[in-house]
Nanobody
Framework: QVQLVESGGGLVQSGGSLTLSCTASGRTFSNYAMGWFRQAPGKERELLGANGRSGASTYYPDSVKGRFIISRSKDKNTLYLQINSLRPEETAVYYC??????????????????????WGQGTLVTVSS
């Protein structure tokens, strides 16, 4: 029922900033928590931030706090990821996911027995030195 489309990726210089967008559609999309992830070459999938279905709850892993900012549109159909101080090693496919339960989004990257109900196709961010 829910479909996700990411946009905003591209080439950015080391130290630069970028804002990605994930837009959801479907009858029940407003009832879903959403999150941003990335997967770099040779690395595991990593959670970057998440927002609860109400738009009031947010979560950031300690590794990205202060550099990544999650925000959500008033209609709750778009989740944004602002990335600051990008490094070349952060070149990766960035993608969003949605699930009815925020906790599932928080743990899915580290718990291989879990999965989200819907994933986007991803958008490539390339950080040049």
């Amino acid at each position: 029922q829910v479909q996700l489309v990411e946009s905003g990726g591209g080439l950015v210089q080391s130290g630069g900033s970028l804002t990605l967008s994930c837009t959801a559609s479907g009858r029940t999309f407003s009832n879903y928590a959403m999150g941003w992830f990335r997967q770099a070459p040779g690395k595991e999938r990593e959670l970057l931030g998440a927002n609860g279905r109400s738009g009031a709850s947010t979560y950031y892993p300690d590794s990205v706090k202060g550099r990544f900012i999650i925000s959500r549109s008033k209609d709750k159909n778009t989740l944004y990821l602002q990335i600051n101080s990008l490094r070349p090693e952060e070149t990766a496919v960035y993608y969003c996911g949605a699930d009815p339960i925020l906790h599932t989004i928080v743990v899915v990257a580290t718990d291989k027995d879990r999965d989200l109900e819907v994933w986007g196709q991803g958008t490539l961010v390339t950080v040049s030195s």
